[in-house]
């Protein structure tokens, strides 16, 4: 089991997050990553963690719009020239693509993005070379940022671009399908419109309810997918205080789906917003909990990457990390 690390995560700072009208100081802070980091040098798991390889940022128009990245570039190169601190909003969504105002660019926020992007292509890669599994530590995460718009807290969609590589190389005998389940508990809408009208990614996502999780507008059980990519969206939203028996049942339902898709490889968005006492949580999940999913996910026989997503308490982030690469090995 590999672990993939990127220590520039740190310069990524977001220093504000305007919700309702008010300025807060972000939650997507270094300590999400750094707590995971330090429990590992204590553990087992300290000789597996490895740094990512480079790959070029024209990979990222696989899932993205070349004018999203245009727009990417240029609006970090004005968040620069305004200072080393100053921070870039979107005005109103469809406008400036930014489907919040929570996402801000800063003059790195570019490379900074790609580097966990890179992260996510890395175990792909590891994945492809004969790993049974994989945990990639991206930072800042990825499932909300779309085709052609940032949001979330997300720049480029990590699970999209490994998905993608994972589908584009395909081996003799073997079949070229990705499933991605989402466990982070907000609904990964930038993942599931990148793949919606493909029957090679079957996207399953067990999140809170669009009336009162994030996004508010995506994630509703109706959408399914369209076009040759019909039935291939599943889409389980559960209620807020949800407990582990409910949500394992919704668990069993998805991987009784990805089982029968029968995929070549499982990439795993994994969100700790699900823990007990996250801030922007709402489920009563414990750390015992993630080694259950690594548990039935290894059950499932695939080679699986799983992949940090959210989840805005240090601590619990760790505790949940660990117990997922357990129950993974």
Sequence with gaps: MRIVYEPRHRRHQPRTEILYGKPLAHPERPERVEAVRAVLERTRWAEDVIGPQAYPLALAERVHEAA???????????????GPADEWFPYVWPRDRGMDTGTPLQGETLDLAWGAACVALTGADLLLGGERGVYALCRPPGHHAAAGALGGYCYFNNAALAADRLLATPQPGQGGSVAVLDLDIHHGNGTQDIFYATDRVLYCS????????????????????????????FNQPLPEGTQWPAYAGALDQALERIARFGPRFVVLSQGYDTFEGDRWGGFLLHAEHYALIGERLRALGCPVLALLEGGYEPANIAAGSLALLDGLA
Aim: glycine share 16%; hydrophobic share 30%; aromatic share 12%.
């Design 68 to 82: 999203y990245l245009v727009h990417l570039r240029e609006r970090c190169a004005e968040a620069a020239s305004a």
């Design 206 to 233: 067990i999140h809170g309810e669009p009336e009162w999780g994030y996004p508010p507008h995506t994630g509703f059980v109706e959408e399914t997918g369209c076009g040759s990519g019909q039935g291939f969206t």
